[in-house]
């Protein structure tokens, strides 16, 4: 039998809280515009435009964010409105792309609310577990609804795009509830 001391045992407190960086993938992490064509035109091609998510270029700019905020102890969330029944598409191309494992957060795939609903009750959910330092988004809706509520975030606007491409993302997520 062991002996324990009093020191061997820690208090709840004794734990350093949780600090999270949460970042979203399209348009934040992943480039999309090679795959907006399908939903910019009616009927708007769902299936196209998910089949091709593995195919989407890294934005710098994201990756590098991620990887400073990770350099500053933060434990990375990726928040998408992609839904569930693309978790292994979407984890193997955040592998691919050389981004730390972290919390994937997606919506159900019953789910067919705009991102500026959605994304404020994740991170409610999400903050119970610690501290949310950053979140990273471009979607201009839930950069205002995320505001408006007093996170910290950071509007991305490194994606370049024209006006079509910029309304078909924002209806996408906004309007269709799909990305």
Do not use: C
Not at 61 to 76: F, K, N, W, Y
Request: no cysteine; charged share 30%; aromatic share 8%.
């Amino acid at each position: 039998m062991t002996s324990n001391s009093p020191r061997d045992f820690s208090t709840e407190t004794d734990e350093p809280p949780r600090q999270f960086s949460v970042f979203d993938i399209d348009g934040v992490l992943a480039d999309v515009r090679h795959r907006l064509h399908y939903v910019q035109r009616a009927p708007k091609d769902w299936d196209g435009f998910f089949a091709h998510m593995d195919r989407d270029l890294a934005l710098e700019e994201g990756l590098a964010m991620v990887l400073l905020r990770v350099s500053q102890g933060d434990e990375i969330v990726y928040l998408t409105g992609r839904n569930e029944g693309y978790r292994e598409v979407t984890a193997v191309w955040l592998a691919a792309q050389g981004l730390p494992t972290g919390r994937l957060i997606m919506r159900r795939d019953s789910d067919r609310r705009p991102a500026r609903f959605f994304k404020p009750e994740a991170l409610e959910r999400l903050s119970q577990q610690g501290t949310i330092n950053i979140v990273v988004d471009d979607d201009d809706a839930v950069v205002t609804a995320l505001r408006a509520k007093n996170w910290p975030v950071f509007h991305a606007t490194w994606m370049p795009s024209d006006k079509d491409e910029q309304q078909s993302l924002f209806n996408a997520q906004e309007v269709d509830g799909r990305n």
